[in-house]
């Protein structure tokens, strides 16, 4: 069975042109030109009174041109899609019409079949715009990249441009209009390291997490983007640099799905202040949050040289017992002084906790404190079906009460530590398992494997063990420990020298 043909509006003030557009669609099976208007007004009033699928408009219209008319046209009529098809290839043309809301932008040198392809897609909901003028704002961003002097780089509009394009585009089809490498591509949207092939189940739907920024470009007025640096559940973290202050900081953007509400907007701007008033040195500083013009929640924090925990882990397997005591008894610095002024983390794992390994030694900060709680559901886990299901947070660091959805408090933290400690001492995650769900029933009901002197080749300090398996206790009641007390095991595990240090 043939499908409805599109319905199409041409609008254009040059009979020849009209008369070209309609001969080529009546040839075609699959569109139905439905009307023609010669100028910007009358444009408006036949696609009220036609209702086309798309209307083709041209720019330079007597009266209201084309990109205002495409405006008050998609504004009258949702359904309606704007293709812009001009002679106009200058940057300014594009960014207005995008501006205006067109779902596409074409060359009027453009093939009969290119432009039956992009009507197809235009018309399935995705945005098109001619290849070629893809290709010259990827040739400009490249030259960019690699340096280029003054004047052959990205200038402002084009940066625009390629902000709007990355919010209507996916990355695989911003990587083909720019004609990118896949090593341009891998610079500007591979996830780090840090995330690559982990064993632990992230959230699905990665590709879709937070919003993309090109290098280059200048976000909330102040910010200017110079590396991506990786990706999680909740959103995309990029190397920038305070314009004013010329100062290198790290951009947090989060998914705007995680504040489509207002009470998750007010929860996030909490959040975000309790976090930003803890001063430590093993808690990293935020210095400025907010919601962007274009709706996307930041956070602005000290950029971390160094990698995550989960970087370390997953290139040297585990960590030396001086190592280990170095590093958590940092982090238990840290989690003791936010702890001390009733923060919970919520969200400890390796990849929150960055290690800057430096000549004298690892200087060690926890990132994201208090982002968890502003989860929408308010829940680790939502199921979608029985075997496809979406986590925010990661299953293998989430306490017996996260995993049940239940009320947190500062002893969900000294679990997710447990976890992170043992696998950081043995090389192996404490709960693992083929599938999220049975991650979960582990953390649930089960107790982790003993660590064993098989296990490290070396005797474990019973102490130590001791303190990572009451962590470990699924009753919150049972873990008897806080950060400062285990703090103090591993201070007199290590003798003195790590006694005081907040490296
Ligand atoms: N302030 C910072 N300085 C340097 N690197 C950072 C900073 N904050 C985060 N990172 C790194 O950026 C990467 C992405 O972090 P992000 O928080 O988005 O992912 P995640 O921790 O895996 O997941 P989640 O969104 O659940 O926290 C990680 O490798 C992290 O170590
Ligand atoms: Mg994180």
Redesign the pocket.
């Known amino acids: 069975m043939n499908s409805e043909p599109i319905s199409i509006l041409i609008v254009e003030d040059q009979e020849l042109i009209r008369l070209g557009l309609r001969l080529s669609f009546q040839r075609q099976e699959g569109f139905v030109v439905v009307g023609e208007a010669a100028d910007g007004l009358s444009a408006i009033k036949k696609a009220i009174e036609l209702r086309p699928q798309l209307a083709i408009v041209d720019i330079g219209l007597p009266g209201l041109n084309g990109i205002e008319a495409g405006r008050r046209i998609k504004a009258s009529l949702p359904a309606t899609k704007v293709l812009i098809l001009t002679l106009k290839d200058d940057d300014d043309s594009i960014l207005d019409a995008l501006h205006a809301g067109a779902d596409g932008y074409c060359l009027k040198d453009i093939s009969q079949e290119d432009l039956s392809e992009a009507i197809s897609r235009i018309v399935d909901g995705h945005f098109w715009i001619q290849p070629r003028l893809g290709r010259r704002l990827g040739a400009a961003f490249v030259k960019q990249s690699a340096g280029a002097v003054e004047g052959e780089t990205l200038t402002s509009r084009k940066r625009e441009i390629l902000e709007i394009l990355t919010r209507k585009l996916s990355v695989a089809e911003i990587g083909q209009l720019l004609s990118f490498t896949e090593k341009e591509m891998e610079e500007q949207f591979a996830p780090?390291q840090?995330?690559a092939g982990s064993a632990d189940a992230k959230p699905q739907g990665k590709q879709s997490s937070g919003p993309r920024l090109f290098v280059g470009t200048v976000f909330a007025g102040r910010y200017r983007i110079d590396k991506f640096?990786?990706?999680?559940?909740?959103?995309?973290?990029y190397q920038a640099t305070h314009l004013m202050m010329d100062r290198k900081v790290?951009l947090?953007l989060l998914h705007p799905q995680f504040i489509d509400d207002r009470k998750l907007v007010k929860k996030f701007h909490q959040e975000s202040k309790s976090a930003s008033l803890l001063n430590h040195p093993n808690i990293?500083t935020i210095f400025d949050f907010g919601v962007s013009d274009d709706d996307i929640p930041y956070l602005v924090?000290?950029?971390?040289e160094g990698?995550?925990l989960d970087v370390i882990l997953r290139e040297s397997g585990r960590l030396s017992l001086t190592e280990f005591y170095e590093i958590f008894s940092a982090v238990l610095a840290g989690l003791n002084e936010a702890h001390e002024n009733g923060i919970v983390h919520c969200?400890l794992?390796p990849?929150?906790i960055?290690v800057e390994r430096t000549a004298r030694g690892s200087r060690v900060k926890i990132?994201?404190f208090g982002?968890a709680r502003i989860q929408p559901v308010g829940k680790g886990l939502q199921f979608r079906s029985t075997d496809a299901f979406e986590i925010v947070?990661s299953p293998l660091y989430m306490s017996p009460e996260q995993c049940k959805g239940e009320a947190l408090d500062q002893r969900t933290d000294i679990y997710s530590l447990g976890c992170v400690m043992y696998e950081a001492l043995c090389g192996q995650p404490a709960f693992n398992g083929s599938t999220p769900m049975v991650v979960f029933m582990k953390q649930v009901e089960e107790m982790p494997p003993p660590i064993t002197r098989e296990m490290l080749g070396y005797e474990p300090p019973q102490a130590l063990v001791d303190m990572i398996f009451t962590a470990l206790r699924k009753a919150p009641s049972e873990r008897t420990m806080t950060a400062l007390e285990m703090r103090q095991v591993l201070a007199a595990l290590s003798g003195e020298k790590f006694g005081k240090t907040t490296l």
């Open positions: 780090s840090s995330e640096v990786g990706q999680g559940g909740m959103g995309r973290v790290a947090k990293v924090m000290d950029f971390i990698c995550g969200d794992k990849s929150n960055v990132v994201d982002l947070g």
